[in-house]
């Protein structure tokens, strides 16, 4: 069934448009800030705003929005019917019980990864991680994982859709070279991300495959710079990496 304009609730659509707009890197905004970043004029941006502070899903101080941890209500019953998060979950608590480091699953979503599941060994990042949360796909190595399973004309259209910001001095931000690197991750299977994300921050991911070989999520490690080469990433900890990812290529049809 093909949905319409006319189908849809443009009052909803705004409301949802303001969560959105509420991130790890902007939990707390003006008016003015969420109008800019939803595309709302200001004063429908305040109306959604003061609707969602009068049911419970933001705090109000007269001047910033919070959002509450009720909105977790909108998020935690989606996550609560995905099989994944239960089916990925206990082997996330094995390995990082096993290397003593914290490991994440997520799924692409535009031009984001959501985190699903996660077993935190230590923070490894100023923010902290959670099934919900949310980064860019560009720089994180479980997003170039997911980018990686897209036709190049697809992910050439993501990476050009807008100007992609630079999160440390060390964030590849230039297309064409994003392009290549994603393309070497689908040939070797695997990404390593040095710094890009966050400072003292690295990460290694590889696919979560179903039965049929379909990239249905991305598995990664995430870990505090120690000195050693970021290359080595892969002799230390890829074989750990797989053989989760062999075991859910076995769970998943």
Known sequence: MAITERDTMGGLAKGLAVIETFTADHPRQSIAQVAAASGLDRATARRCLLTLAHHGYA??????????????????????????????????DRLSDELG??????????????????????????????????????????????????????????????????????????????????????????AVIDQEVELGLRSIAVPVLSARGVTVAALNLGLPVRGDDPQDLAERYLPSLQAVQAELKAMIR
């Open 59 to 92: 705090d109000y101080d007269g001047k910033f929005f919070t959002l509450t941890p009720r909105v977790l209500r909108l998020g935690t019953a989606c996550l609560a019917t995905m099989p994944l998060p239960q089916m990925v979950q206990p082997l996330l």
């Open 101 to 190: 480091e914290s490991s994440s699953v997520s799924i692409l979503d535009g031009d984001e990864i959501v985190y699903v599941a996660r077993a935190a060994q230590r923070r490894v990042m100023s923010i902290a991680l959670m099934p919900g949360s949310r980064l860019p796909a560009f720089c994180t190595s479980m997003g170039r994982v997911l980018l990686a399973a897209l036709p190049d004309d697809e992910i050439r259209s993501r990476l050009t859709a807008h100007p992609l910001a630079a999160r440390t001095p060390l964030t590849v931000t230039d297309p064409g070279i994003l392009l290549d690197r994603i393309r070497a991750v689908r040939d070797e299977g695997y």
